[in-house]
């Protein structure tokens, strides 16, 4: 696997926190989370073209790695709009590493796409996909219009997202043979927040501008 600089893309996203990662056990990781916006898409479209998810989890059924890769191939080519965006992690060594997408709908928030994946074969982001909800629940409980957050869970798809969303406060409402429909309130988010309070420390950045990632941002690629 290689890091490639992305040089030829005119990508700007807005930096919106600095996040630090400590575990029980005295594991740690840093991130930062930034926002992707109309114009961002051909960034987002690089990463999934040059991520191979089979070449960084072993292990994984045929059909696991196939959801794995739908979902990065759909959410990363998304249209984003006015209503429309995509958080987007980078570790500690600036190289793209999760997103998530989500959609502001009149009365809830929609979490469309997520996911997250290793830029070194056999590891995984620390926390990497609570990072990303713990970013969507700060801009959330700053909307005072939207009373949940909404996202259908893949039953078959790798690492047991349902239990991962029941962790962070999401419950079920329902569902079909192949999603489970999953919900969290306003005070569910609040909740989520405290509990990992001491885990994943967000330091939001003040008044942020537009960064140029033509000049910090990489893929790793293969």
Not at 39 to 63: A, C, P, Q, Y
Not at 184 to 189: A, D, E, L, T, W
Not at 190 to 210: A, C, G
């Amino acid at each position: 696997m290689d890091v490639k600089p992305v040089g030829n893309i005119g990508f700007k996203g807005i930096p919106l926190s600095k996040v630090k990662i400590i575990t029980p056990n005295g594991q740690t990781a840093k991130y930062t989370v930034y926002k992707a916006l109309h114009g961002d898409e051909s960034f987002l479209e690089e990463i999934s073209l040059n991520t191979n998810v089979m070449n960084r989890v072993k292990g994984l059924t045929d059909i696991e790695y196939t959801i794995w890769d739908s979902i990065m191939g759909e959410g990363l080519t998304q249209l984003l709009g006015s209503n429309k965006f995509t958080l987007l992690l980078a570790d500690k060594n600036k190289c793209a590493c999760g997103f998530l997408n989500y959609k502001q709908m009149p009365d809830k928030f929609s979490v469309e796409y997520v996911s997250t994946w290793p830029n070194k074969e056999g590891e995984r982001g620390l926390l990497a996909g609570k990072t990303l909800f713990m970013e969507l629940f700060n801009i959330f409980k700053q909307d005072t219009e939207r009373k949940s957050i909404i996202l259908e869970a893949l039953k078959c798809a790798p690492f047991s997202p349902i239990s991962k969303y029941m962790e962070l406060g999401f419950r079920s409402f329902g569902g079909q043979n192949f999603q489970e429909y999953m919900r969290i309130s306003k005070n569910g988010v609040l909740q989520s927040l405290d509990k990992y309070k001491n885990m994943i420390l967000r330091k939001e950045i003040s008044n942020p501008v537009e960064v140029d990632f033509n000049n910090t941002l990489h893929i790793v690629t293969g």
